[in-house]
């Protein structure tokens, strides 16, 4: 009965557990995703040029990276969301510097 008992509880946090980690990297991914449009949508309106646009590029490259590598044991731990969550925010920051500086493609 003890087992019993044990095994209920278990499936009861990996019921609680799973869909919080899935929606974590559904955050993740759809924040990469409106990353991704914003520099696309930059490049579009001449507010980045080809070169920020690059280094914009490689730098989502590199969260994307890090999702990656985070994901490759099937968790997704808090340290690691935090990490890559941090990374996004560093990313996100730099669009819109970019974005706004006094470049503009020719």
């Not at 995703?33 to 309106?45: D, L, T």
């Not at 920020?52 to 969260?63: D, I, N, S, Y």
């Amino acid at each position: 009965m003890k087992n019993f008992a044990k095994l209920v509880a278990a499936a009861a946090i990996a019921t609680v557990w799973l869909p919080s980690q899935a929606q974590d990297t559904r955050r993740i991914d759809q924040r990469e995703a409106n990353q991704q449009k914003r520099i696309e949508q930059g490049e579009k309106s001449g507010a980045l040029t080809q070169k920020e646009a690059a280094r914009l590029e490689k730098g989502q490259a590199h969260v994307q990276k890090m999702e990656t590598k985070a994901e490759a044991d099937g968790k997704l731990t808090k340290h690691e969301r935090e990490k890559i969550e941090h990374a996004q925010n560093v990313q996100s920051r730099k669009i819109h510097r970019e974005k706004h500086d006094k470049q503009t493609a020719k």
